[in-house]
């Protein structure tokens, strides 16, 4: 009945009201600008009164018996909320969200129950800008590394979870806390044995990109080639060799660069629609896929490795695409673009290419790339230099991030984002 749907919808809304009362007031800027979304999403009300396909359809976990264990007041407020509305949302398979290679043995243990989202996935509302939703895992899973296109927001409502880029660098995470993943970040998690994992989780960004498992076998044959401390062979021999598989070798290995340095052109870019953008070292097209994905259109690659290019070419995310030698002079013209970047290619380079970078990059143009800790002595003296004698200013330094966290010990490499201003 009419009256018996708006009951149903009235226990979803308290629900996602909830949610957004606890993330608005967070010290968290994620759980802010998801909470900002969430009240969009009431406020222009899609309601989606389909469910999913049986095939996608899971039963929904036992969360009577879940105890509430926090100590903090508003999660468990949305324990019990959840409880209230569980028969109301649709829970489905993990399956039916991924996209790349599955884990056949664990895909289906994770359970979604999709309150904000898409109609496929049954969700109560549908929205295009943010999926918001429950995971359920049960009792000592140990679910695989994967990650997504889109950036993940969630927050432990019950259990107790080791969690981290990989098994081997993982951290014990309680009821209350918070997890963010930016694009394409892997991620696992160890549910601890006594009690099972329920999170509340969102997703913003490249919804309709990618979720995959990381093919860590794929990589087998390169990993002595690209281990730390290895002897690398001549940089257009090895990544010829690579092109076939490169996309699911380096996901394999945990590679996030092209979706962490996009997301910051895009936030520092005016204009997207109106932006000149040079990818140095553009590969097989990671990062042109990407920049394409959050709006760009005019960009130029350049790259060393004619086999990655053809990769490249036939994703058409490029207007040019060149076979350079980027230790070389840049076949551009000088002050010809806007945003000039360069991602997971310095370790080939020496920081002399800077002074090709600044000649084609306009004046108050942008350069943006990454740097490895293991290379970054040379680099910073010369960026130090170059501002000294008023070339370019620092605009933005990351923290240490996670560059191949499968194939190096995290603790041993990481990587840093850099953005200098063209004086």
């Not at 997207?272 to 990818?279: C, E, G």
């Not at 259109?297 to 350079?324: C, F, P």
């Not at 002399?352 to 000649?359: A, N, P």
Request: charge should be negative.
């Amino acid at each position: 009945s009419q009256t018996g749907g708006r009951t149903a919808m009235d226990k979803i809304d308290k629900l996602v009201e909830k949610i957004i009362s606890e993330w608005s007031t967070s010290d968290r800027k994620e759980a802010v600008e998801v909470a900002a979304r969430l009240e969009d999403v009431l406020k222009n009300k899609r309601n989606n009164v389909e469910g999913p396909s049986s095939e996608l359809k899971c039963s929904s976990p036992d969360i009577e018996k879940i105890v509430d264990n926090t100590q903090n007041q508003g999660l468990g407020d949305i324990v019990s909320l959840l409880r209230a509305a569980k028969d109301e949302i649709s829970w489905v398979k993990a399956s039916c969200i991924f996209t790349g290679k599955q884990n056949s043995s664990t895909t289906d243990l994770l359970k979604y129950g999709m309150v904000v989202g898409s109609s496929k996935h049954g969700a109560r509302y549908i929205s295009d800008e943010v999926y918001m939703g429950f995971t359920y895992l049960p009792p000592g899973t140990k679910y695989p590394q994967h990650a997504h296109s889109a950036a993940e927001f969630c927050q432990i409502l019950n259990g107790l979870a080791s969690w981290g880029p990989t098994t081997k660098c993982m951290t014990e995470k309680l009821p209350g806390d918070i997890i963010y993943h930016a694009p394409a970040v892997p991620h696992a998690m160890h549910v601890h044995d006594k009690e099972p994992l329920l999170t509340v989780f969102a997703w913003t960004g490249n919804l309709h990109g990618k979720f995959w498992f990381l093919d860590i076998e794929s990589g087998k044959t390169f990993e002595s080639t690209m281990s730390h401390n290895a002897k690398r062979p001549d940089s257009r021999e090895l990544y010829n060799n690579m092109a076939a598989n490169y996309e699911q070798i380096v996901r394999g290995w945990g590679y996030n660069m092209p979706e962490v340095v996009s997301e910051k052109i895009n936030e520092l870019a005016e204009d997207v629609s109106n932006v000149k953008l040079l990818d140095l070292g553009c590969g097989d097209g990671l990062v042109g896929e990407a920049l394409k994905a959050r709006g760009f259109s005019d960009i130029t690659g350049m790259d060393i490795s004619a086999k990655m290019l053809e990769i490249a070419e036939a994703k058409k995310v490029y207007n040019g695409l060149h076979e350079v030698d980027l230790m070389t002079t840049l076949p551009a013209e000088s002050a010809s673009f806007d945003i000039l970047s360069c991602v997971g290619t310095t370790t080939y380079l020496k920081p002399s290419v800077l002074d090709e970078w600044l000649r084609v990059v306009k004046s108050e143009g942008l350069l943006v790339f990454t740097i490895k800790t293991g290379v970054m002595g040379p680099w910073e003296e010369d960026h130090a230099r170059r501002e000294q004698i008023g070339q370019w200013k620092k605009v933005y330094r990351s923290p240490p991030l996670y560059y191949l966290p499968t194939l190096t010990d995290p603790s041993q490499e990481r990587v840093h984002v850099f953005v200098y201003m063209k004086f």
